[in-house]
């Protein structure tokens, strides 16, 4: 039985499909190649400790306050110093009408750092207005967060009560 099996295979069907067979089998390598050189190339590596990353004690890892922060930070934004702009503040005794004068030291996200003559206490609600805005801009409301004596005045941490648009912090540097 099994002769005439072999009897019945054409050996010349089964030549003439080779090669075919053989682009099926060079994809498959090609494909699995691809496969390994990629896993290869992508997988996570584990970390080899370095100097510097290991404290003293050997056991913990180094605090890094770039990576984690500092453990005084509470600030929810980075915040930036640049040309300092002049701006102009008012509160609920003087009013709009006789702002006073503040200059910008830093600023982010979150709220303001002012340089100003005048001495302000923590909580009370300021609203403020770059000084050289354009006419239609609206007044900012912020809340004082610290105002600490420096140099010339006083140095006043400001949160804004609701984020202003990003067209006005623009303003603000």
Request: hydrophobic share 40%.
């Amino acid at each position: 039985m099994s002769v005439s099996l072999l009897a019945n295979v054409d050996l010349l069907a089964w030549w003439t499909n080779l090669p075919q067979f053989g682009t099926f089998a060079a994809g498959v390598l090609v494909g699995c190649l691809a496969s390994g050189l990629g896993w290869l190339a992508f997988r996570r590596r584990p970390e080899s400790p370095t100097a510097g990353t290991r404290s003293s004690a050997g056991s913990q890892p180094a605090y890094d306050p770039f990576v984690q922060g500092s453990h005084g930070e509470q600030r929810r934004a980075c915040r930036r110093e640049g040309t300092p702009i002049e701006v102009l503040i008012a509160t609920s005794e003087t009013g709009k009408e006789r702002p006073f004068r503040a200059w910008v030291l830093d600023r982010s996200v979150g709220g303001l750092c002012l340089d100003c003559p005048n001495e302000f206490k923590e909580g009370l609600r300021l609203q403020a207005i770059p000084a050289h805005a354009p006419e239609m801009t609206p007044w900012t409301e912020l809340d004082v967060r610290s105002c600490r004596p420096a140099k010339d005045g006083y140095e006043i941490g400001c949160q804004f009560v609701k984020t202003p648009p990003w067209a006005i912090l623009l303003l603000f540097g």
